[in-house]
């Protein structure tokens, strides 16, 4: 049985957002946390590592390492696109700047790909709103044009997506190649051809990147999807079946040939903590689209089962559930999650022509409410660091970051200035009248979360750098061990710290447990108290020297211990 569609939109309320605004909030968005920062601790400097090792030859391209590390679990493509970006770059082009090139690139293409599944999607039969009885429904390609603009902006809203988005980790490759493969089947019944050629390279990139189960598992639901099509694409059904088989058993033999197959489910050691803490962290991650995806299920829920709809939203509900059942069994689950947030904002798109005025009105108020009192937190933070008024906040940032010297850029103050004056133009505009676009109630939340990322990687991006480097640690390493330091050898750091100590430190770095080069004369330990770690081997060699901590944590220590003279040389007279 055929149930109408709940949909219900004017022609008016179809027209697009406009272009020039559009691209400038994605330009916005985009651009600041890659463009001007050192690399973040942890995954984000570490895939950094193993790129300079690449592209300086001193890596096995199908194996990388990282002084005897080798990166647990994700994926080569990362990292062959961040090697060749900084083979080709210019020599001009810093090397960190160099390496997030591609995914620049790879951001865009997860906004471009969105933008277009959804598109494709709302121009399905069951998608379409009722037709009234005089005319002035809103016309197919204007009805699509405008949800495509929403569900772009759903996915700018999203908070989870703004740092990892933003990294240069295998985890923003598969965000991208997850949203190829999200946009080649939403494609496939009005552009074959294009969808040949997106579904095997969003497949294999997926594999590629560290993720073939949940490659395989979106390829076979693609296939029974393509099998099951609505009348209108009977004919071509079979084949677009077949073609999703194919590309899955390919990206399964290509993951056995690489060796990338990994069992990664860990069952949690105690489950009602593990499921708070994991829905504490759905609710903000996906925050608004998630909201606006149940609304979607609930009224569309007829629509769903029913042979003329299930396109529009079985599609977007098996991305979902894929990468919802992959949080919940895999770590590091936000990671996973994010994997997600393409199809979540494809399920809050469709929310949008069935919402009530009141809904739409809460969310307006709450997201003003939210995103301007975090733009004023930020400003005022800021304003203390470099005035001392009021003095609190700066005191905070004193306790909190010790030995950080706020400094004033000029370029970033304009452009934070430029933004936060937009954001109330915007809002002004908003508040000025009932506006009946169907995108409108997706603007402030997009263009709050823009705002605010805007404000951190402008005023406050020497703190947060201060904070979340390894640069601050390693120049204090490099001040303790002198201007000819020689070779050191590391024991108990992670691969995060060995990279960063090679990259702000141009330390030669060697791991103790292997055979180094004749003449070390120091030894870099990690170790959260300024105890030896009980694994050391023959520690009556080393002298501590110096522990040495990140200012913001000072429990992440670093041990420098110098070699100690052989016994012969301290009895020689």
Known sequence: MNHPTPAIVTQRAARPLP???????????????????????????????????????????????????????????????????????PGWLAPEMAARL????????????TWYTVYYLARSPGAQPVAFAFGGEAHPKDYARSMADAGLLALLACLGLAQLSHEITSYLAQL????????????????PRRAAVAMPLGMVGLTLAGAPTLATLLGLGCAALAWWAPAHTADRRRTAALAWAAATLASMGLAWALDLWAWRIEPPQAFLPYAT?????????????????????????????????????WLPLWFTLVTLAATFTTQPADRALLLGLPALAVLAAFALPTLERSIAALIDWFTLLFFSVSAIAIWVVWISLHTGIPAQPAANVARL????????????????????????????????????????????????TTLAWLLLMTIWLPMLDYARSYAPQVRQIVATLGPQP???????????QVAALQFHGHLALYPASAEPPQGCQ?????????????????????LPFAAIGRPTNRSERILLLKRLPPASDEAAP
Request: hydrophobic content about 55%; charged content about 10%; proline content about 6%.
């Open 19 to 89: 272009r020039w605004a559009l691209l400038l909030l994605c330009l916005a968005y985009v651009v600041p946390g890659f463009v001007g920062r050192d690399p973040w601790r942890n995954v984000d400097v570490a895939s950094f590592g193993y790129m300079l090792e690449l592209a300086l030859g001193r890596s096995h391209w199908l194996a990388p390492t990282l002084a005897g590390f080798t990166p647990d679990g994700d994926g080569l493509l990362a990292f062959w696109l961040g090697a060749l970006a900084l083979q080709w770059a």
């Open 102 to 113: 591609p995914f620049i690139a790879l951001l865009v293409l997860t906004l471009l790909a």
């Open 176 to 191: 991208a190649c997850t949203a190829l493969v999200f946009f080649a089947a939403a494609i496939q019944p009005y552009h």
């Open 277 to 313: 803490t994991m829905l504490r962290m759905l609710v903000w991650f996906g925050w608004p689209a998630w909201p606006l995806a149940l609304w979607t299920l609930w009224r569309w829920r007829r629509q769903i089962a029913s042979r003329t709809g299930h396109r529009h939203l």
């Open 401 to 448: 970051a010790p030995g950080f010297i706020p400094r004033f850029d000029g370029l970033a103050f304009v452009l934070a200035l430029a933004a936060t004056a937009a954001w109330c133009a915007l809002v002004w505009w908003r508040a000025a009248r009932h506006r009946t676009a169907l995108w409108k109630s997706l603007v402030l939340p997009a263009s709050g």
């Open 486 to 496: 020689g070779c050191v050898l590391t024991h108990n750091l992670g691969d995060s």
């Open 522 to 542: 120091w030894l870099a330990v990690g170790s959260d108290t300024n105890d030896l770690p009980d694994d050391l081997a023959q520690p009556a060699q080393w």
